[in-house]
Structures are given as C-alpha cells and as structure tokens.
C-alpha cells in the first residue's frame, strides 16, 4: 500500500495564488516605506539605461520596472501579479513590447500592463513617463479614494 499523502520540500505549491510568505514579504517591504508622493519623481538619465534591458527602481512604496526601448522608456510595476516576484529580473521583448516575468513565464506589455500568457491573470500598474532633456522620470498617480 502507497502513502498517498502529498508532502512537500519548502513551501506547499499555492496554484497561482502568492504564499503566505510572500504575502508577508510584500506588506513588510511596503509598511517599510512611505507612500509615494504623487508626481514627477526623477529616476535616472536616459544613458543610465540599457537600450532593450530593464532596470529595478523604487519610489516611496512603489516598486519599478523601468524599460528603455530607443528613445522610449515604459515603466510598470515590478511586482508579478501571479506571485512575488520582480519582473526585473525578466527578459524584455521588444517585438511585442512585452516583459517576461523569470518564474513562469507571463508576459506583460508594456503599454497595458495586461498579461499577455497564464499563469498570470491580473495587470500590472502602468505608469506615466517623462522624457526630458536626458532625464527619466516617472509620474506617480493620485490616490484614487
Ligand atoms: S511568478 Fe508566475 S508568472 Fe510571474
């Protein structure tokens, strides 16, 4: 007779849904910062970024995916919505203007924030850019109440 019981090494598999660890990591990251004023916040010069590479930023709570495409820089969250991992760390597709999450493989755009491939289901916050003579800054949204 087999033992039918599942037993798992590390953390049980939580089917799309984030770990209570990784749950916990990300309210302790955001109670460690404060809210983002909401604005224009400088991030950086346009030659500090890689054409084609993504880059990780924070501002205040807000965790930051920064693209640079050409002339053209996309931010979005940085966080993937399937579960907590940083999307920086992924690959950007130029060609479908999409960056691929490193654990599973979601793709989210750059424009939209929507993921493009399971197992993410969810966007990712999109954010304003202003490019403006060499400078990189990002535009934190109101609060919506
Ligand atoms: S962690 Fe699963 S798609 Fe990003």
Redesign the pocket.
Known sequence: MSDRTPHFEGDAPTYGRPSRPEVAAAEARSAACPPAEPGEHRLCSLDELVDGGVRRFDVGDRELAVIRLGSTVYVIGDR?S??D?S?ALGEVDPDDLVLE?P????GFHLETGEPSSL??TRPVPVYDVVVSDGDVSVVIPEAQS
């Open positions: 993937c399937h579960q991992i999307l999450c654990k599973h493989g979601s197992p993410a």
